[in-house]
């Protein structure tokens, strides 16, 4: 499982220094307080997020990860993310299907 953390729109319009530094003590916050959770998580930084991989699929972890991120200052917005590997158009169109399901009755598709 992946997480897209997106940071506070405060920390992004920083400048590059002040902007990496804010990033830097998030990232340490965050490595804090969820390598107790998950010791295997791995965390990432780009300029307006912080990536956090876990190899973990079980519910009760993701769950705790997911409330410690809640609660922690500097993070707008958690992503969760489920990456596959691109076999081909139909493989997307099953993987969507699975995911969203009914909603999609009635609606059309494309992929850009």
């Known amino acids: 499982m992946k997480f897209i953390v997106k940071l506070f729109p405060e920390i992004?319009?920083?400048?590059?220094p002040v902007r990496k530094?804010?990033?830097?003590?998030?990232?340490?916050?965050?490595r804090k307080l969820l390598l107790p959770i998950d010791p295997e998580l791995q965390i990432g930084r780009e300029w307006d997020r912080i990536t956090l991989e876990t190899g973990s699929?079980?519910?009760a972890v993701l769950a705790s990860l997911l409330?410690?991120?809640?609660?922690?200052?500097?993070?707008?917005?958690?992503?969760?993310?489920a990456e596959y590997p691109?076999?081909?158009?139909?493989?997307?169109?099953?993987k969507?299907?699975?995911?969203?399901?009914n909603s999609l009755a009635g609606k059309?598709?494309?992929v850009r």
Request: no cysteine; proline share 2%.
């Open 12 to 16: 992004i319009i920083k400048s590059k």
């Open 21 to 30: 530094k804010f990033i830097k003590q998030l990232r340490d916050n965050l």
């Open 57 to 59: 699929d079980d519910e």
């Open 67 to 81: 409330e410690v991120m809640v609660n922690t200052p500097g993070i707008a917005h958690i992503i969760e993310v």
């Open 86 to 94: 691109l076999v081909d158009m139909h493989d997307i169109y099953e």
């Open 96 to 101: 969507t299907r699975d995911a969203v399901g």
């Open 108 to 110: 059309t598709f494309a």
